[in-house]
């Protein structure tokens, strides 16, 4: 997993609020960040998944395709395609690249095996680096 030095400022100061603190979900994203390589902004390689980045994903199972926006906890909006860091899927999504994929059970237990087939919009990649 890589991600900007940005986006971990911004998640650890979101996992360090009281609320968050002994959730699972955070703990779960907290051991993830605690391995992820960290880079500058400037040097995010374009096939990675940061926050607010828009991606294309294709569930291997299906064949379908969804565009998610990859979010902070309180701007998930399903209707929206906008998902959560903490949503289980969120935090598996972060720092993929391209072509990289993962295994997640849905809700309703439906099991979706998704593929990063694309990424449409990387803040950094665009110089948005206040977003």
Same mark, same amino acid.
């Given at each position: 997993?890589? #991600?900007?030095?940005?986006?971990?400022? %911004?998640?650890?100061?979101?996992l360090?609020? @009281?609320?968050? %603190? %002994?959730? @699972?979900?955070a703990?779960?994203l907290?051991?993830?960040?605690?391995?992820?390589?960290?880079l500058?902004?400037?040097?995010? @390689?374009?096939?990675?998944v940061?926050?607010?980045?828009?991606?294309?994903?294709?569930?291997?199972?299906?064949g379908?395709?969804?565009?998610?926006?990859?979010v902070?906890?309180?701007?998930a909006? #399903?209707?929206?395609?906008? #998902?959560? #860091?903490?949503?289980p899927? $969120?935090?598996?999504?972060l720092?993929?690249?391209?072509?990289?994929?993962?295994?997640?059970?849905?809700?309703? $237990?439906?099991?979706? %095996?998704?593929?990063?087939?694309?990424?449409?919009?990387? @803040?950094?990649?665009?110089?948005?680096?206040h977003?």
């Open positions: 997993m890589t #991600v900007s030095s940005r986006d971990l400022a %911004r998640l650890d100061a979101l360090d609020s @009281p609320a968050l %603190r %002994r959730h @699972p979900a703990l779960a907290m051991d993830e960040l605690n391995r992820a390589r960290v500058p902004p400037e040097q995010m @390689p374009q096939d990675v940061t926050m607010q980045s828009t991606i294309e994903c294709r569930d291997l199972h299906s379908q395709t969804h565009a998610l926006t990859l902070y906890p309180h701007q909006d #399903v209707e929206k395609g906008h #998902v959560s #860091v903490l949503a899927v $969120g935090t598996a999504l720092g993929l690249a391209i072509g990289q994929r993962i295994d997640w059970l849905a809700p309703g $237990g439906r099991q979706l %095996r998704l593929q990063v087939a694309g990424i449409r919009y990387q @803040p950094e990649s665009q110089g948005d680096l977003r």
